[in-house]
């Protein structure tokens, strides 16, 4: 073939670059022109994606009844770009604002991060009557619309520290996270936070058409791109509602908290930081940024302060009950070790002193009376045992194996913030007295739960767990079972073993417990009739005033049902102010009701913030 | 060409050239509708992709400009050396270039990135020319199954082939980008044009054909009609002599080849693309918000443009977002939303015009080199006009290709550019070439 026959194929090239693009042009006027199937969308109809809001998840109590409901909310939203021929007189009217706040909020919504071409909140969570007059009108508001949403409401104002509470998302988060928009709420605190993901369920989007009136006139390809919204997965909680609500109304007044355990599964019975606040405050538009304003500037009760996980407390005489088991563990000590008190620690001149209670006692009875100068040998025989060749080596032992029971470090329960506490380490005193500096008499109040020593009360509670379980704890947790099958994150169900494996060591120290509550003891007059409590009180000094009252106990002796710690800032003596506390509560908690009624009333009604600081009047 | 002898345009196609710069201020009108918010209206934002394209289309002229200043020799003399600079470049990038969504083919100058497989199309053009101009790919003789013979007739366009495929491999294999790649195989037609037997072709269409069939019916039903009509064929219009026979058998083998072969090739492609191919053929439960997402959206924003289309800055679809990548490789969409069916069919009169005018050159060209590089130009062009509309159309499976000229992106405008305007400088110069 020739160039010539050769040029002749141009005609081919062309023709078929012709044929593919006539194929096309007819394609484009069929889906063009003739299929209406694509103009849904017409040019006078406007697509709205409507967010539908999931209901957020309920939360319930151990016994089933609701802790935490939620209830439909309202707000109104606007797409300033739709807004020509709104009646903004009438609307500002219904919402009682005036033209300039009106301006103001249609600015806000037309600048970055909102836009013009796209829905933002004009105004947040509208009143029921609001809602109802807007409502009628609203086909005269063009550019807004009301969207739906729900808020939390608490049948009873408590827990408000354990359950945390709801707000809007932050700018932040919102950019970083795709699931969030901005305005949309997210758990900040407490169980709310630690659970958001489960909680919050899945958004659901309809695409609506609407026409020029503002109307929705339809569902944009009958629904096909619309997903529905899931609701939250509801929360079984592991708190007694009842429980709870009674330790709130005895910590009335005072500053502390009040940690229960059940010691046979780490569930929390009753989480409780007093100043405590009702959660329905912080719930809703205008109030709750008023009330939360309110909440966070009482620098008196600091009521936003979550004592049970955060306040860090040095434990008192509580501590003694590991220092026996420890040197039990060791073989340093048994049942009928006597060491003498001389109304103080007799080698290091009678500090740390001690109170009368009838000279040198034995181990068991050394926990009743809570011996200062017992305990004093007990922490120092264990730091300086000869199978050690140093005594940092034995104070590392005593350290590691006071680890194991939950102080020094955060416990890793299912809420938020909690604090580790503080065991001292060997660098940090090495640090304080230089090294070579210190010996185990230098430290000796650790032995008491005194000098750097710093427990959470939650910590407190996983202590006597610990020692009521006889070696062993769950990780405390409040959450018991997600979504309908009940599901339990696997961490809560592995066993912790403590450093102290030792049957006899256990029942010397519970008689030692059991004691306390007997005649002698130091919390003999808290004694329950027919119920074997197991306790042990501590008057815990501190830098900040009056003695802290602690004290924690189990109950029954036998399969203990509760273990439980409370501490009352700067109220004194541990029988006089905790003991109570913990009792009524282990009272309430087996039997369902008290039987001290004087004990109780005298409870409720100390303030010891209020009386004791003399608040102005008018301030309170 | 006597008025402006002097200029750089002397002898340049004007009408080339006009039509080249309406598809670009087109591509760039549409390119601010896809993006358009009212947030950012200033077109010259270099945060938005509008002012980014002003700045390439900046380039653009320069490099026109440029093109046309170098002498047209420069050219013909150094087709092999670009060529060899592009597949140094399109390797090395393997090694220094940055990785954007899972391919490594992006060179990175601060802001600015640079895809060499977007330049490789011109210089294998160049190269393809260089090639061709020089050896004839032509067979005269008769059909002889003879090993001697068939590397006798079939060399030349063996190495053809191989200039054609290689940057085909490293695009496709090393680079991962499959629409880049594949822009390669619209060669063929240039081999045709310069000799190749039309038998090849219909060979490929044919097998084509039959993929799609085994694809959408089963393999089996295939093969029985293929072998029906092949039957019936020979029997009809071929001489019953021994020879025909084993032609006839040799058809039928290399058909059933390629109905068998179906499988194996649908299984081996990735994921993606067989469900690209899904879509398109309609085949298993094809769910509109995944995987069918694109194509559907992109449908609904044309279909929904109606005749006339809704008005500049209008359309809906584009302004609600629902189209992906509708700045790039879903550039039609908004064409077809916003200017309706008179827009969509201007756009494509008007590329099929840029191309039909560059073969119309190509012919008048006396030297071979020339008339080559030009039917390069048009297969390319066309090649990508097909596969970007036929996507958003639902004729052709989604391969990430842009709509030459009108597309956003610096590397491929670029690209397109030099490609084009290489070819008009050689037509510029074609009357100082001697026969």
Redo the contacts between chains.
Sequence with gaps: MSNVQLSDRKFMIGGFFCLIALIYIVRLFYIQVIDDQYKLAADNNALRKMTEYPVRGYIFDRKGKLLVQNEPSYDLMIIPKETKGCDTFALCEVLQINKIEYLRRFKKACQAPNSPRKESVFEKQMSAPTYAALQEKLYRFKGFFVQKRTVRRYPRPIAAHLLGYVNEVTKEKAEKDAYYREGDYIGITGIERSYEEELRGKKGVQMAITDVHNKIIGRYMNGKYDTLAIPGKPLYCSIDMDLQEYGEKLLNGKKGAVVAIEPSTGEILALISAPTYDPNLLVGGKERSRNFTKLYYDTVDLPLFNRALTAMYPPGSIFKLIDALIAQNDGLINRSTVFPCQMGYPPMGGKPKCHAHGGGKNLTGSISVSCNSYYSYVFREIVDQKKYPHFIDGYNHWRETVKTFGPGTRLGTDLPYDKPGNVPSVEYYNKVFGKNGWRSNTIVSLGIGQAELLLVPLQMANVVASIANRGFYYTPHCIKGVGPEKALDKRFKVKHFVGVQNPEAYQNVIDGMQGAMEPGGTAYTNRLKDIVVCGKTGTAQNPHGKDHAVFLAFAPRENPKIAIACIVENAGFGNTWSAPIVTLMIEKYLKGKTERPEVEKRMIEADLIHDKIKVPEKHR | MSRDQNTIFAGADRLTILTYMLLVVLGWLNIYAAVY???HQNIFDTTQKYGKQLIWIGGSTIIAICILLIDANFYTAFSYGFYGFLIAANILVLFLGREVKGSKSWFRFGDVGIQPAEFMKFAANLALAKFLSNSTI?V?QRFRLRLKDLIKNYKNTFYALVIIVIPLIIIKILQDETGLAIVFIAFV?VL????LSVNFLIFGILAAILFVIALVVTQITTLLIVLAVISSAAFLFIPRNRKSLIVVALVYMASAGVVLGTNYVYNHLEPHQKVRIDVLLGRGTVD??KEGYNVNQA??A??????IG?GYL?G??T??DFVPEQDTDFIFCTV?EEW??LG??GV??LE?FL??RV?FLA?RQRSDFSRIYG?GV??IL?FHL?VN??MT???MPVIGIPLPFFSYGGSSLWAFTILLFIFIKLDANRLLILR
């Design positions: 918010n009212e947030e032509v005269n037609i045709y044009r310069e000799g509109l918000k449908k609904i044309i279909g929904s443009g109606g005749f809704k209008q809906t679809q302004k609600y077809g309706g069916f969509s069919t494509i009169f099929l191309i039909l073969i012919e039917y048009a297969v066309f097909a509309i036929g159309i639902g004729l």
